[in-house]
């Protein structure tokens, strides 16, 4: 399969509790099929600075932001391929820029400031944002598992479901076992929507019957304020409806999400 290297399009995301999924997953099974990844474990090792200053200017929510990660689908090999990918968004639209390299090509590219990428435009644009950065290294090991969709009739519609999201900020390899900090609250996953042109009929029909509205939550930045700033995800807020519950593991009273005694 060819990997797409240049993306462009609005990602909008839903934060879905069991119900939710279960009827949206019988909605893409009308609609849509598994592309070309499928089902897949994500591994992703996010790049930032000592005092995280991307993590923070991403939840932040400026107009304007970036992040830098190396992805892998499944464990890889040292010499197996992952995308080291630069991410940016402007105005509400998302432009992924990726490049393709062995896993140790990869690693090696961000063991130091004189690490030099390939000499290609997105290349170029990495190793730019190297400098506009100085220090920036491995920060955090994110994984999860998805389920990706496309439409059974073609157009550019992409769903992905994201469950089981786990966060690390030690033994940051993507040859590690998966494992680290929960990132939502048991039973919880996130869908991702992302198109250019606009939601078919039938699924703004779905997320209208299940109640889903969109979240701004990113999984990066939440992590980043749940294990680093040990802050609780203002999303969470909202799943209580103010009243105090039990989300699985984390306790929900006015607003505040904990984890359970």
């Known amino acids: 399969m060819d990997a ?15 119900d939710q ?22 591994r992703n090792i996010y790049l930032d600075t000592e005092d995280f200053l991307l993590a923070r200017r991403s939840i932040e929510r400026p107009l ?7 992805r892998s689908y499944g464990r890889p090999e040292e010499d197996g391929t992952v995308f080291v990918e630069l991410k940016k968004k402007f105005d509400s639209v998302v ?84 494992g680290g900090h929960p990132v939502l609250p048991e039973g919880y996953s996130l869908m991702e929507v992302k198109t250019m042109y606009g939601y078919p009929a039938w699924l703004n029909s779905v997320l209208s019957k299940n109640v ?22 203002e999303e969470f807020r909202t799943l209580s409806g103010g009243a105090a519950t039990v989300l699985g593991n984390k306790f929900v009273d006015n607003g505040e999400v904990m984890d359970c005694p």
């Not at 797409?4 to 509790?17: C, G, H, I, Q």
């Not at 009827?23 to 994500?42: C, K, P, R």
């Not at 304007?64 to 190396?70: H, Q």
């Not at 393709?100 to 000499?119: D, H, N, T, V």
């Open 4 to 18: 797409k290297t240049v993306f462009k399009r609005y990602e909008l995301k839903y934060l879905m509790d069991e």
């Open 21 to 42: 999924a279960r009827n949206v997953f019988q909605a893409l099974s009308e609609h849509m099929s598994l592309d070309g990844y499928g089902h897949s474990t994500i």
């Open 64 to 70: 304007y932001k970036e992040k830098l990660r190396i």
């Open 95 to 178: 432009y992924k820029r990726r490049v393709a390299m062995p896993l140790e090509k990869a690693m090696g590219w961000f063991s130091s400031p004189e690490g030099r990428g390939p000499r290609t435009q997105i290349g170029d644009e990495i190793d730019f944002m190297k400098t506009r950065y100085p220090g920036i290294r491995p920060a955090m090991l994110l994984t999860y598992e998805r389920e990706a969709y496309q439409p059974k009739d073609g157009g550019d519609l992409r769903i992905t479901m994201d469950s089981n999201i786990l966060a690390r900020l030690d033994d940051i390899d993507l040859r590690a076992e998966a």
């Open 212 to 233: 889903l509205y969109k979240s701004r939550f990113t999984k990066y930045g939440n992590a980043y304020k749940e294990m680093v700033v040990r802050k609780v995800p």
